[in-house]
């Protein structure tokens, strides 16, 4: 049963589903215990993941989706959440599902459309809850898969963005003709893969294409502030797929209207794209020169509907900006800025290009701002704070959503310190986990553990996916936890970012093993004990170091690879490795060098878990099958543990709880903590 809007205000009925009972009380919380705990694997079950906060048109209520993982299903059920404004009232609007996501307020503030399936349903549909009562109903009953979708400003259309399900067909071969033709997240990429755009009308359910190609897939749909037109992002697969741009164009919001290009922009990261208020000029981010593909560092630009050169925002931020806004007078645009170990929300002025910060520094993380009636809402988290939804609230950042408040309060997280130290001549930053009763003058075991990336960076978080959980299982059991900033990472600009362009496994080793002496010096770590482990390229980084040293007692390599050669064409990469390697036949001494660990496997002693999923295109399990069996032929221990149906970020809840089980019992086999 679908929970109902009560008239007079928000209210669940009585006769939601016990689901719905149970992962609110699990995620508000019974009592928390009498005392703290450490964290355990077994808290992938407990945790609450929250993300997508829509602040409603009148500013009075917040729109989010709270994501559980349920051990029944082995799967990560959502459910679509509001909060008030004020954070006084919160109230699960939906029993939890598979596919559930994507809260959509419409413009009077009278419905909430959302996504999930139906009953009976081969796939998830646009879903619409009216506030004042009644029953969510389908207003979708369509084959194909729904991406983002959009209300029109008078609320009468919606504009989606489709492709259809299943576009090989089961159990038919992939017909591939494109340059880039994995995805991690959607597989091979083969033809009839095509992503279009529709206009449903909400009252008449009539749907109506409004785009269509053979070769183009157009995706983040943005109406107009008049209604009249939309601008999204346009990929072309054939031909210019070498180049790895989209652009972005617009459309009249008519069946048989002709998209406009409006620019071409370097931005492989995910594309966002804001009106504003006068319906002039449409935001965006872009990154540096095709040649910097995979060390994109994305800038605020803004470009004329009527046509005409971009306009950089923040022309002297050598940052990153994460998302953004239009305020409601169109003559700022408020960002999140990615920073060392942090980030920030701050306003541009658009009158000058001039940032000031919009909350107080401090070690946390702010994401996904979104604004309405001058409102704004932020995601928010810290070292010892799961993610939830803030209000961006007259210069301080106010907890809202709060799913996880008693889930924290029971436990015992160790604390986080900022460590800096040289490598070389370079200045190089990091985050220290201590173990929870920590005590300074004492060596402890120390974990070196590997941010990917190369272009991400550990920062002040605390989030259930991206592997974030596992320093904390580590610190509880005693050991201290090394995150090295090392040379390639973000949040410090972009001559940081691409000072390992073509030169990967080399700095950045320097860079770990330099914050290592660093512990050893100050009397935290001790030398006989250290451990090393990461997931992607801290996997890749962790198969470089032991190639290289013998210091550490035992690995993990997650996700990772270590002959590089053997990724060309079995990843999703090939578009950096043509713009930074070049081809492996013309520049064969170049792929060796960066395959260094694999041609040097002989000088590898350190006992190594090898981990990944076998529908990984991202860092294929290829990675590890050859380092795991070069350790084998050597006789170094090894062990080799292969995900069925995952990919490079594990979803499946029991999964996520085996393998944090396996790392720690691998690590403490051969290096237990006292």
Known sequence: MTPRFRSGGVAMLAGVCALVALVAHAATGAAAPPARRALVPNDFYRAVAVSD?????????????????????????????????????????????????????????????????????????????????GNAVAITHVDQEIGDYAWSPDGKRLVLSMEPVDPLGEGKPAVIDALHFKDDDLGYLGEGRTWHLFLLDVASRRLTALTEGAHVN???????????????????????????????????????????????????????????PDGSR???????????????????????????????????????????????????????????????????DLANGRIHRLAPPGPYVVTSLVEAAGHTAVLYTD???????????????????????????????????????????????????????????????LLLWIHGGPNGQD?????????????????????????????????????????????????????????????VRRGIADPQRLAIGGWSYGGILTD??????????????????????????????????????????QSPALWIKVSRPFFHADRIHTPTLFMGGTKDFNVPIVGGEQMYESLRVLGVPARLVVYPDQHHVFTRPSFLKDMATRMIDWVERYDPAP
């Open 218 to 276: 157009d995706t983040d749909p943005v109406w107009s502030p008049d209604g009249r037109t939309i601008a999204f992002v346009r990929t072309r697969e054939h031909g210019a797929d070498r180049d790895g741009r989209e652009a972005i164009e617009v459309i009249d919001a008519r069946p048989g209207a002709q998209p406009r290009e409006l620019i071409r922009p370097y931005a492989p990261n995910q594309q966002h794209l804001a009106w504003s």
């Open 544 to 585: 470089a170091t032991i190639a290289r040293t013998t210091r550490f007692k035992v690995a993990i390599c997650g996700a990772g690879s270590a002959d590089q050669l053997a990724t060309f064409g079995s990843d999703e990469y090939v578009l950096q490795y043509l713009n930074e390697l070049g081809a492996p036949w």
């Open 282 to 348: 449409i935001a965006f981010t872009q990154g540096l020169a095709l040649k910097y593909y995979a060390y994109m560092q994305d800038h605020l630009y803004s470009v004329p509907v009527a046509g005409g050169p971009a306009r950089a925002l923040a022309p002297g931020l050598d940052r990153a900006v994460m998302s953004f806004a239009f305020t409601p007078d169109g003559k700022d645009v408020e960002i999140t800025v990615e920073d060392d170990r942090t980030e920030y929300p701050a306003m541009v």
């Open 459 to 519: 920062e002040h978080s605390f989030v259930l996916d991206g592997y974030q959980f596992e320093p904390q299982m580590f610190a509880a059991r005693g050991y201290v936890v090394l995150k090295v900033n090392y040379r390639g990472s973000s949040g410090r600009g972009i001559a940081f970012a691409k000072a390992i362009f073509a030169d990967w496994g080399d700095k950045e080793v320097k860079d770990l093993l330099a914050g290592v002496d660093a512990l």
């Open 53 to 133: 906060p829509r602040v409603s048109p009148h500013g009075h209520w917040v729109a989010y989706v709270v994501t559980v993982n349920d051990r029944a299903s082995d799967q990560a059920l959502s459910s679509i959440w509001m909060v008030s404004w004020d954070g006084r009232e919160r109230l699960a609007l939906t029993a939890p599902g598979a596919e559930t996501s994507a809260p959509r307020w419409s413009p009077d503030g009278r419905h909430l459309a959302y996504l999930a399936q139906p009953p009976g349903a081969k796939n998830a549909q646009v879903m619409l809850l009216d506030r004042r009562g």
């Open 383 to 445: 070292d010892h704070t799961l993610t939830e939804v803030y209000a961006l609230d007259r210069g301080r950042l106010r907890p809202l959503s709060r799913q996880n408040a008693a889930f924290l309060a029971g436990l015992r997280l160790g604390a986080v310190e900022d460590v800096g130290f040289k490598s070389g001549r370079h200045d190089i930053h990091g985050l220290m986990v201590e173990p929870p009763g920590y005590v300074p003058g004492r060596r402890y075991p």
